[in-house]
């Protein structure tokens, strides 16, 4: 009873972590100086555009229909994104994310533990201008490469109504309303920025101009620290407190671990990870030497990232994983696997006898083998975060992007743990 008590705990804990991070940002007026047009250049303070309107419509009217992915291919579909975009070529902006210090405050909020001293990179994606009436359904911005691991938006304080950003993680749902939190200024920009796995929509622009950037953030520099500002800049507003917290997670599984009831004779705590990352959609084991399963965790977010300090903390080892659900039982992968692979006749007996897998079998938190559970080939997991579909190996599925692009595929594998009979929990040393 303990047990479940404390592992309720900790899975609350995980799932407490906010995978976006948003606010307000005062800067000096040139940084809201906008160039664009190539033949005909046209210059904008989009602070002091309040009254002209004619200026906002020009802008607008020399965007293109914003496209978006719909699985492979690059559509437009004005039943579904209705917005005017335009391309980095196209125009020039003053405001410098990284100078300005609005990249560290957003580090600082959304990246937990030693990855918020990481070097991250924003790259400028898009201008885009919602009139009255536009809008963009719910999708998730396409991966372009593994680094990418969220994606930055900021809203110039261009009067507007609606176009309120929604966004969706598991069963949670935030609103981020720029049109509220810029009524009335005209010195701050508002900005939002969360992890690429995060489904979200922008809803209906019900009067004014919506104009934002979309930047992408990438992981600059994987194993290097990068600067962050031990201090925050003057005039920002941070809606969310910073995310995941290391030391709380790794709290409460050190009191979960001390727990007599649970596994008492040792055994596999197993967690579904909370956030999707993006796989190479193909890769071949005899050319791309490094399984791409190797690298994930350099690219951990959140409390995924949290729990597997954690671990590492308190002398477990924690191993990534992969899951596919077959027919019969769920097989644990260590391994990529191609996945043309799994659409031969006999997927399971392939992962199990090429591909190290081995079946799985959920079991309670009091799990003790029995004789007969000795030498049995399947291995006994207590989950302690439910691994759903979102977890299982997916090889095809409609996917809603910002872009056509499916050089990768985003898929949510999970973290499994050894742990030792009570009183000798470890597994390996603590760091
Ligand atoms: O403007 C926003 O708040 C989000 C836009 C967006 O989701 C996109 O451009 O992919
Ligand atoms: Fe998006």
Known sequence: MTAIRALARLKQTLAQSLPYCGGTFELPSDSFELYYGRENAKFLNLSKTANNPDAL????????????GRHTETVLDETYRKAGKMDTSEFLVRLDVVKSGLLDVVCSSLLSGDKSRRSVTAELYKLNVY?????FKPHTDTPTNSNMFGSLVVVFPTPHSGGTLVLRHHEHEWTFDS??????TSNRFAYAAFFSDVEHEVTPVTSGHRINLTYNLYWADLGLDGIVLSTQPDGVNVLQPPSANATDVGRILSEVLEDSSLLPAGGTLGFGLRHAYPFPRTWDPAVDKLDPLLLLPILLKGSDLALYDACDALGLEPK?????????????????????????????????????????????????????????????VHWVTRVGAINKLASTYIHYGNEGVLSHLYMTPCLTVEVGPVGARQTSRAK
Do not use: Y
Request: net charge negative; proline share 6%.
């Open 57 to 68: 419509n020009s802008l607008q009217s020399a965007c293109e229909p914003a496209q978006f």
């Open 131 to 135: 009139g009255e009436g536009a809008f």
């Open 320 to 380: 990534l994983k992969f899951i596919s659900e077959t027919d019969d039982k769920p097989v644990l992968l260590d391994r990529a696997v191609q996945l043309s692979v799994m659409e031969i006749e006999d997927p399971e007996g392939t992962m199990l006898r090429e591909h190290n897998g081995v079946v799985v079998e959920e079991v309670g938190a009091d799990f003790e083998p029995s004789e007969e559970d000795i030498g049995k080939s399947v291995r006994p």
């Open 179 to 184: 049109a509220k939190l810029l009524a009335g």
